[in-house]
């Protein structure tokens, strides 16, 4: 009997499409039966074995088709479960960089603060400065009204109105002075709360600006077989 390995028309009348356009068998158990009979009994005939081995493999159609289904499904859910880690990581990734910007701005943020709070000391201290000239200047107006005060007690005492008038014009620069040096200490306690909030925002900004170079470090990394 002449063999073939090409499948018979009656070996592949009963197939159709399935899942995929995979071809799933559809004969029935009657048919098959038959046709398992007409290959033994050619086999049995023409005493060719490779009948036999033909009619092993079409038995074993259906089992490969169901181990190419069962492939499929599984190629399906690996191609939905590397969609889905790529989306997770797209998200991710977005969120990264939204905090980097974030971070990125407060330290902006805190840098021009800082560089107000110390713009405002500067001028603290200038003022301070000029504050502590007028100061010294009325001392030294003091003391030397008070020397000639002094003088001038020991070579008029008989002129009490013009020494009078004298004392009350050192109580006057007295009053000023004191009025002075109580604004100094005003703008002495005004420095030291700015101070305090130099510091402050000093350690704001150094604290965000490690925040940002920790997170520059950050990546999430990619699975090689997310790309596949």
Do not use: C
Not at 183 to 197: A, I, V
Request: net charge negative.
């Amino acid at each position: 009997m002449a063999h073939t390995n090409e499948t018979s028309p009656a070996a592949t009348n009963g197939l159709a499409a399935g899942e995929g356009g995979l071809e799933t068998r559809v004969v029935s158990a009657k048919t098959r039966n038959a046709f398992h009979d007409l290959l033994g009994s050619a086999t049995v005939l023409s005493g060719d074995q490779s009948i036999s081995v033909f009619l092993d493999d079409v038995e074993r159609i259906p089992y490969l088709e169901d181990k190419i289904k069962q492939n499929e499904k599984l190629l399906r859910t690996h191609e939905n479960t590397r969609q889905q880690a790529l989306h997770d990581y797209n998200s991710d990734r977005d969120l990264w960089v939204l905090e980097k910007q974030q971070l990125k701005d407060s330290a902006l943020l805190l840098q021009n603060e800082l560089a107000s709070i110390n713009e405002q000391t500067r001028s603290l201290k200038n003022e301070k400065a000029s504050w502590a000239s007028e100061v010294q200047t009325l001392k030294e107006n003091t003391a030397k009204q008070n020397s000639a005060l002094d003088n001038r007690q020991k070579q008029i005492q008989g002129l009490v109105k013009a020494i009078e008038t004298e004392r009350q014009d050192n109580l006057a620069l007295k009053r000023t002075l004191a009025s002075s040096e109580a604004r100094t200490k005003e703008f002495e306690r005004e420095h030291s709360e700015l101070q305090k909030n130099y510091v402050k925002a000093r350690n704001e900004a150094d604290i965000a600006m490690q925040q940002l170079q920790e997170a520059a470090k950050l990546s999430v990394p990619l699975r090689d077989d997310l790309l596949l």
